[in-house]
């Protein structure tokens, strides 16, 4: 593995949204990038090993180690760029984004530290910090197992992503890759997120989704997410019907009942909603007067947030 020239004090700092994914039927496939955002500096220093320092969302939850996800995603972008990593670096963490609670803050840790090591890299051997949105967006997908938060995270707006598919002698397939459409978000839409106190692992989550689902549910899933992409950017009057999805919120309904109960709640007054992600936190999709009805439903002890579309994804800062 060849050493890259890194210099002590090169330094790169990088910022990047949290996600909703699924918007209900579209599973694994389809996320929204908000406008809440973590914030990691990145500096190579003299010291050897990692010092990570991490402040806001998730700072007394996290190691403060190399197993440390932005740190390990970084690792793992040097191995596969065949980079030796720094002797010594520092990490700073400001966390935004809420951790397991639907909002994609394990997919922004891991774009963070691949954008983050991409972009020291190119310091490194160019002068110049820049990031390669599809290296980031393909390997992130890799290492979060499905892309729909992290191609939010990367590109902003919304997003639709597959993967190649190894069965199909048709497409070519070298390395893991994630193909994604970026898609502008109607102005009309205020995306609204209802945030419980609990939190709920992605894992757990996972766990309890059935191998094998209907192929009558399949049909209606697959016409559903067509509904959502058009009324995701050209007619948020659609919505209500583009949030419906077959496949994985009733399966783990038992897993967020509460935040469930919201869902129905919404929908039934007309409101475009769904389960953010794996939950708990709900996604309500307003439009016009919608937003005020939908944010006087919160539950108590539930936080509404209101922080818009994040138009772009991961970007450097100075
Ligand atoms: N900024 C971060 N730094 C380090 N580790 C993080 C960070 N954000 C998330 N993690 C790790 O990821 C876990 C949460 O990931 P999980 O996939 O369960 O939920 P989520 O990503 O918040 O929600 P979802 O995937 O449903 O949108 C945290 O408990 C923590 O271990
Ligand atoms: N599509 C994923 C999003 C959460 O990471 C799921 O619902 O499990």
Do not use: K
């Not at 593995?1 to 949290?18: I, K």
């Not at 995270?153 to 199909?168: F, I, K, M, Q």
């Not at 209500?240 to 929908?267: C, F, I, K, N």
């Not at 794996?278 to 005020?292: H, K």
Request: hydrophobic share 45%.
């Amino acid at each position: 593995m060849p050493d890259a020239p890194w210099r002590v004090g090169q330094q790169v700092c990088v910022e990047v949204p949290a996600s909703s994914a699924n918007l209900g039927p579209g599973f694994d496939s389809v996320g929204i990038a908000l406008d809440i955002r973590d914030r990691c500096t990145v500096t190579i220093t003299d010291a050897p090993g990692v010092e990570v320092v991490v402040a806001g969302e998730g700072a007394d939850g996290v190691p403060l180690d190399e197993s440390h996800l932005v740190v390990r995603s970084m690792l793992r972008a040097w191995d596969l760029l065949d980079v030796a990593p720094p002797v010594g670096m520092r990490v700073e963490c400001r966390n935004a984004v809420p951790h397991g609670r639907g909002l994609g803050s394990s997919a922004t840790a891991i774009v963070t530290g691949i954008g983050a090591a991409n972009a020291l890299w190119r310091l490194a051997i160019s002068g110049s910090a820049d990031i390669e949105p599809h290296f980031v967006n393909d390997l992130a997908a890799q290492l979060e197992g499905h892309p729909d938060n992290s191609s939010a995270s990367v590109w902003g707006g919304a997003t639709l992503s597959w993967l190649d598919d190894r069965s199909d002698p048709n497409e070519e397939v070298s390395l893991p890759h994630t193909t994604t459409l970026a898609l502008s978000p109607h102005p009309d839409i205020r995306p609204l997120v209802f945030l419980p106190q609990v939190q709920l692992s992605t894992a757990t989550a996972r766990s309890v989704l059935p191998a094998y689902v209907r192929l009558g549910d399949a049909a209606a899933n697959s016409a559903r997410v067509g509904v959502l992409v058009h009324a995701l950017t050209r007619d948020p009057s659609y919505l209500r019907a583009g949030t419906r999805d077959y496949l994985h919120q009733e399966p783990r309904r038992p897993s967020y009942a509460a935040s469930m109960a919201l869902v129905d709640a919404l929908r039934g007054a007309g409101i475009a909603a769904t389960i953010s992600g794996a939950g708990p936190s709900v996604l309500a999709l307003a439009v016009g007067e919608q937003g005020e009805r939908a944010a006087a439903d919160a539950p108590a002890g539930w936080q509404v947030l209101d922080p818009g579309f994040a138009q772009t994804g991961i970007r450097l800062v100075d």
